[in-house]
């Protein structure tokens, strides 16, 4: 009797058992669609690898050492140990591989794990971190934890599969404004390395604009001395429309050094981020010139002019050789700032009537035969392109430079920020574009239509489904990627502007990494609000939650 009784017991424990087995390798099996952007090829294998301490790693290239640093830090932090190396490991191994023969395309990546082994193969430093990301992605989402765990987790369970990914877009973008408010060194720290862990590749930074320059520039120190300052007692007043929400009564200021500027830069590139600064010239300018009015302005110029954002004489004069030689010195420091081949000058919503009574300006109209006013805005634009050639690098603009048709270099790239319709045309037009359409990417715009939401209401909202919906388009060499814009007039602080990047930043990557026949609204929208917004949970990132 007592016999038949714990062999029941035993039966039903193991039936048990196995149900809880069953359930697990269940688990397992489903949990290969959880990354963000979706890989092009993706494949379930059988069985699990345990990365632990036991496990070693190998590499047979140094492009693979940012990425190995990227995992072993988080390890660190989630399981206090990191991996060790073992030259010849019989299993348990995670392995490193230079494969140029093998993966043809730049960034792209394979990624094999099966129970004994994790094998990422690349040809160069960006595709080996995106191999790390995704791995990471497939592990449990306290891996992204920013801090020491209190609980260490010393075992993590890796599904068995076979990637094979590569981006479709080599311009996958997002840009800050870090001019209308101040981001602190840490923050924007924090913002590339989201961006990293989404596979966008090109943060873009809008360092100057009218409400502050945020740049240190030594040969002109009052660029910060002066023109990183706003609000009562200094020369710049909070601008008017609408830009300021938040309290008026006291100044504020911020900028970042060029030590500062150096340490995100190499922050950045241990991510396979490229920093483009943003210059933004000749309107958007009004920091620029209350800080070197004498350098900037004609002094005769009678102009009366506001920007669209009701900001009144913010722009310089493109009749002044001053101003070209301030622009060469910027630039010089600028350039030797940050390594990128490219630096982006702006040139968006030059205001309607600005040097239209400026002596100067006619001057150089009279000489050089300009007759209307996008005609001294393309000879501006052509110096200023003669200058960045001069440093050795490409200009970046906004759309509104190439409707006055300048000539320039033909390898400049325009931002289409308007409506697709514009960008479509100037890639038949044989121009290389970056589409930013704002009804789609600029992610500083509410998310739905609601007093009480965050964000701006100039254009539409965008929703994350829409931010998806985007496809970019048409299919040609000169469409070079996509971007998101973070304007930041109403991100009064960091939390804001978390809430406003996500999660609608998981949409600007998957539409900029994944081919569109992999992309799929159900299927996306299961993978952001499943192990996506984990992931965004232990990061403790204050995302727009659904409702
Ligand atoms: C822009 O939104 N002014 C580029």
Redesign the pocket.
Known sequence: MFFSKSLAINFGLSIVALFVLALSSAAAQSSINVIIPKPQKLKQGKGIFLLDRQTRYLADTPLSNDALRYLQRQLQLTSGYTLQESPSPKKHILAFHYAPQKIKKPEAYHLHIDKKKILIEARDRAGFFYGVITLMQLMDPSIWQQKAAAVQKQCWQIPACMIEDYPRFRWRGMMLDCSRNFFSKAYVKKFIDRMAQQKLNRFHWHLTDDEGWRIQIRRYPLLTKIGAKRGPGTKLPFSTYPAMRGPKNRPQSGHYCQQDIREIVAYARARAIEILPEIDLPG?AKAAVISYPRLLQDPQDRSRYRSVQRVSNNTINPGMESSYLFLENVIAEVAALFPFGSIHL?G??IPRGAWQKSPAVRKLMQQKGLKTTKAVQNYFFGRMDKILARHHRQMIA???VLEGRPKLRKDNIF?A?KSPKAGIKAIKNRRNIIM?P?AFL?FDQQYIRNKKEPGHTWSTPVSLQKAYSYRPAPHSPYLRGVEA?L?SETLLNEQIADYLAWPRSFALAELAWTEPAHRNWDDFKKRVYGKGVQRLKAQQIHYRRPR
């Open positions: 958007h702006g968006d919503e906004w759309q509104e931002m920020w930013a704002v600029y814009c304007w």
